[in-house]
């Protein structure tokens, strides 16, 4: 039993210290003034192609609605996304990945790609697709929590 914890706990350590390592290298590697929660919104938003509520953005990242609420109102004030009242519902609103937004996305998306991928020919690719199946089964197991 006290060998499953110590797994469990090294398996966790490595996983958090490699979130912050990635978040802040990307963070580096993100065009001036943009956050990586804004890239992550603005990627979701064009991956997705359909316009999203506030609250399914907010569930989808597992953050409060009124954490997203502050960063979709970041991107509202810097053109990237457009926010609609929902036509059927008054009380909601709905977001959608603007033009700008998008040509954003996609010069982050530019500067990011050399850092991650550098990161993936450094562990080899066939050691990546591998640890894949594992992380998607962990985070799954998470989500279901």
């Known amino acids: ?29 993100l065009p001036k003034g943009m956050e990586l929660s804004h890239f992550s919104v603005l990627n979701h938003l064009a991956r997705a192609g359909l316009e999203r509520s506030p609250a399914q953005l907010a569930k989808a990242f597992h953050v ?8 979709l109102n ?11 009242p929902d036509w059927d519902d008054a009380r909601r609103k709905m977001v959608a990945i603007s033009p700008a ?14 850092v991650i991928s550098e990161v993936v020919d ?19 197991k998470l989500e279901d929590d």
């Open 122 to 140: 450094e562990l080899g690719g066939d050691r990546v697709r591998a640890a894949l199946p594992i992380l998607r089964e962990l985070r799954s």
């Open 101 to 114: 937004g998008r040509q954003a996305r996609d010069a982050a998306l530019a500067s990011i790609v050399p």
């Open 64 to 71: 409060t609605r009124g954490a997203m609420t502050n960063t």
């Open 1 to 29: 039993m006290e060998e499953s914890h110590s797994l469990a706990v090294s398996l966790f350590s490595e996983i958090l210290m490699a979130d912050q390592l990635a978040r802040s290298r990307l963070g580096k590697a």
């Open 74 to 84: 970041k991107l509202e004030m810097a053109g990237y996304v457009h926010i609609r």
